[in-house]
């Protein structure tokens, strides 16, 4: 079994280890209500090593997510709670202040948890709607006032709901903001990152204010009909990279996220590749290599929520200008 090197984020307890790699559960299908990830499936992550699970309201993988976890203490795959951390967020529905406490409270309920290690604002958008359907009516989007919202997280973190407090797709200028207020920094910011779209800027902001990246749709997302695309398996760049190292592009991939100094999430329910997107860390990239990497021409993917949008508004307007 991999042990996976781990990273140090501020929380309650002070400075506290998260796996650099964590396993990823949102599927197109949970999303839409279909169906959710088998608890089984995360129970064999636990088996060949993963220690971190990423979840979300928005995802309704929560209680599969739990369910794992009580499994896996009861084989005995783990000893003790505090060996698996667990992150989740606040959905756009519920970014009023007094929904946020309760809404954590909810995940909590699902996952049968008294505390997740990690909490995140999904997004920095309200969402009108007590059910996310696409597409989303424009008059549905607003802002957020970030000090009410972010004053609940800080509540959550207090009452000792969650260990650690962060954000979800956030730019350099809307944490800012919040670094402006807050009593309790954000530990972690989660975005879209990968050797396509390689967010130095906002990296480099986030390393200079103590805040870790986590990495996520770090292939792209590839086979997610929604919002995947397949540009970084089969960019040439990479392809190449791995034949000389007879690695997979996953893992260079991987690789290269985990050398960026960032945590990362990842997402698949085959076995064998959960193995192989765990066996990263024994080998390096060249500095040539690395230069290779840097010089891909960047592109973001269209992300989630704006590709579930009537039409963007001002409040959308405002994050694709932040995000180029």
């Not at 000792?160 to 807050?182: E, P």
Request: aromatic residues 6%; neutral net charge.
């Amino acid at each position: 079994m991999v042990t996976i090197p781990v990273k140090m984020i501020i929380s309650s307890e002070g400075l506290r280890p998260v796996p650099v790699i964590a396993m990823g559960t949102a599927t197109e299908s949970s999303i839409a209500g279909v169906e959710a990830v088998a608890p089984s499936t995360l129970v064999k992550a636990i088996e060949v090593g993963y220690r971190h699970f990423d979840t979300a309201a928005l995802y309704r993988t929560e209680k599969s997510v739990g369910e794992a976890i009580a499994e896996a203490l009861r084989s005995g795959l783990v000893k003790s709670r505090s060996e698996i951390f667990v992150t989740t967020k606040l959905w756009c529905n519920s970014v009023d202040r007094h929904l946020v406490v309760p809404a954590l409270k909810q995940s909590l309920k699902n996952l049968g948890l008294e505390y997740v290690d990690l909490y995140l604002i999904h997004w920095p958008l309200k969402l009108i709607l007590d059910e996310f359907k696409a597409p989303i009516p424009n008059e549905c989007i607003a802002a957020i006032d970030m000090k009410a919202v972010w004053e609940g997280m800080e509540e959550c973190q207090n009452l000792g709901l969650t260990k650690s407090i962060g954000v979800s797709n956030f730019s350099s200028k809307k944490i800012q903001q919040i670094l402006s207020f807050a009593k309790i920094p954000p530990a972690v910011n989660q975005i879209e990152m990968n050797p396509q779209w390689q967010q130095k800027k906002l990296t480099n902001f986030c390393k200079a204010n103590n805040i870790l990246v986590t990495a996520y749709s770090p292939l792209g997302a590839i086979g997610n009909n929604t919002w995947g695309h397949n540009r970084v398996m089969e960019c040439d760049v990479l392809q190449d990279i791995a034949k000389s190292k007879g690695k997979t592009v996953a893992q260079i991939s991987l690789r290269w996220l985990y050398e960026q100094g960032v945590s990362i999430a990842v997402k698949s329910f085959n076995i064998e590749r959960m193995k192989q997107n765990l066996d990263i860390f024994d080998w390096s990239l060249t500095e040539e290599e690395l230069t290779k990497i840097d010089q891909i021409p960047q592109r973001r993917q269209i992300y989630l929520i704006g590709t579930m949008v009537t039409e963007h508004n001002d409040v959308m307007a405002e994050i694709d200008a932040e995000l180029d």
